[in-house]
């Protein structure tokens, strides 16, 4: 088949079309650019880099968009795949001219195997560390590599759990709240699958790292992404529709939860003290 756009020989398809290298790069970009443009997106941007294929081809598309970005990684210190996942993050960087900025789980005294739930835990620290590096380093947002199976899963997952108070996060866009210390978040690959984000990463040879996190077979989520991109498989476009709806949804639900000030660091809580602060024992006596 050759692009839908020109005569070169097409290397990626998308919803039933053809695409160049050339016309996918500026396909994937475009879909990048609807969120930044939709929200007016101005100003320095933190994008969390994981070293997988998705958070690496934001980097590129945003990078290649002329935004003004500080890529940082989190190093949650599980042994091989925390490395290798660094390693991959310090590359992009290298070749994209950037310095990467680094935290260490450690330096909080937190170790993610000591703990019944790594995942849990896991997606809680990182939620508060990737906020307080983009608050402390005067960034309005911070941006990370979700993409539409991302959402559709995640959206499903707390369906299926009765977790409707988890129902938020469905959006390209969370707006920010000053007075919490809070940045807003952004999802620009909100309407790319992850076969696109893979396409994206191998048609522009990013080396993103192989290597599973040993907790992921655990993850609930696999099963259910399995399902809904065999779904699209057979429906194509159920997931943008899906992820549209959840939007939707969650817009119509009350937007102000109550949120404290944690008593100890002063970044968001929904009670007196954060769940971070509790989890790295700051807690105790107080
Ligand atoms: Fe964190 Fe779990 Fe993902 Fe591993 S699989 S990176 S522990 S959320
Ligand atoms: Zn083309
Ligand atoms: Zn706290």
């Known amino acids: ?21 050339e016309h996918f790069n500026m396909y994937f970009r475009g879909k990048v650019r609807s969120v930044i443009d939709k929200f007016q997106i101005k100003g320095k941007i933190a994008v969390a880099l994981s070293g997988g294929k998705d958070s690496l081809a934001l980097f590129h598309a945003l990078h290649f ?66 906020n307080r590096f983009a608050h402390e380093n005067g960034c309005k947002y911070v941006a990370t590599g979700h993409n539409l199976s991302d959402i559709v899963t995640f959206a499903l997952h707390n369906l299926a759990n009765a977790n409707i108070m988890n129902f938020r996060g469905n959006r390209p866009f969370l707006p920010g709240r000053e007075e919490y210390n809070m940045v807003a978040k952004i999802k620009p690959l909100f309407y790319l699958t992850d076969k696109e984000c893979m396409n994206y990463t191998s048609i522009n040879n990013l ?14 989520t696999l099963k259910i992404k399995k399902w809904v991109h065999a779904m699209e498989e057979e429906m194509p476009g159920m997931m943008l529709n899906m992820a549209k709806s959840f939007w939707r949804l969650e817009e119509k639900m009350d937007d102000e939860i109550k949120l ?7 970044y968001p809580s929904y009670g007196r003290i954060c769940k971070f602060c509790r989890i790295a024992g700051r807690s105790k006596g107080k």
């Not at 080396?207 to 609930?220: I, L, T």
């Open 207 to 220: 080396e993103y790292v192989k290597e599973k996190c040993p907790f992921s077979r655990e993850a609930p």
């Open 65 to 130: 968009l002329k935004m003004d970005l500080i890529p940082f990684y989190i190093n949650l210190g599980i042994p091989s795949y925390s490395p290798a996942s660094e390693k991959a993050c310090e590359k992009i960087c290298h070749d994209l001219g950037y310095t990467l900025q680094k935290i260490d789980l450690a330096d909080y005294g937190i170790s993610l195997e000591e703990h019944e739930k790594p995942c849990s835990v896991c997606g809680t620290v990182k939620r508060y560390l990737m």
């Open 260 to 266: 404290n000030r944690c008593s100890i660091c002063g």
């Open 1 to 21: 088949m050759t692009c839908h756009y020109c005569n070169e020989e097409a290397v990626a398809y998308s919803y039933g079309k053809g695409y160049c290298r």
